[in-house]
């Protein structure tokens, strides 16, 4: 049986595997969280021209789909890019598995008015695979990961968790 891997849990892999535990767990804290509710109204208030929240398999959730196959991740901050540029990297390999390919992605930042675009190269298909089994050796873990502070700690729903 395949594990059912989602782009939100490749996404906070590359944040936090303790903040993936977490998720993973159903151990929720990001409803009341000041930074995730602005997300979401950014979200909410851009490209409303589009076609938006693309859900498919209830594995992987994109923003919108625009013509010409571009698929696009809307982020409100670089602040954590690497993590953002691996989920749409998921998104165009757990796409391209199931026989979908030709696609371009972007992530797009409309506070800053910028996109990036994102490929999908054989490389990071390796190192997605590998990703994928450290996401189901994290979920078989009895207990969440040894916490690390980092410096977005500080703004992460889980900061009372982890460190109350």
Request: aromatic share 12%; net charge neutral; charged share 35%.
């Amino acid at each position: 049986m395949e594990e059912r891997i989602t782009g939100v849990m490749v996404y906070y892999y590359f944040i936090c595997k303790r903040k993936l535990w977490y998720f993973i767990h159903e151990i929720n804290m990001e409803n009341e969280n000041e930074n995730v509710m602005l997300g979401k109204l950014l979200d909410e208030n851009s490209y409303q021209r589009d076609e938006k929240h693309i859900n498919i398999d209830n594995v992987i959730n994109i923003d919108f789909i625009k013509e010409r196959k571009e698929l696009h991740e809307i982020k409100k901050s670089r602040a954590i890019e690497e993590a953002g540029v691996w989920q749409v990297k998921y998104y165009l390999y757990y796409l391209k598995q199931r026989g979908v390919t030709g696609l371009k992605a972007k992530i797009d930042y409309p506070l800053l008015k910028k996109n990036l675009v994102v490929e999908l190269m054989e490389e990071d298909e390796k190192r997605l695979d590998e990703v994928i089994q450290d996401i189901v050796t994290v979920k078989k873990q009895p207990y969440p990961p040894q916490l690390y502070s980092k410096k977005i700690c500080a703004k992460c729903a889980y900061h009372d968790l982890c460190f109350i």
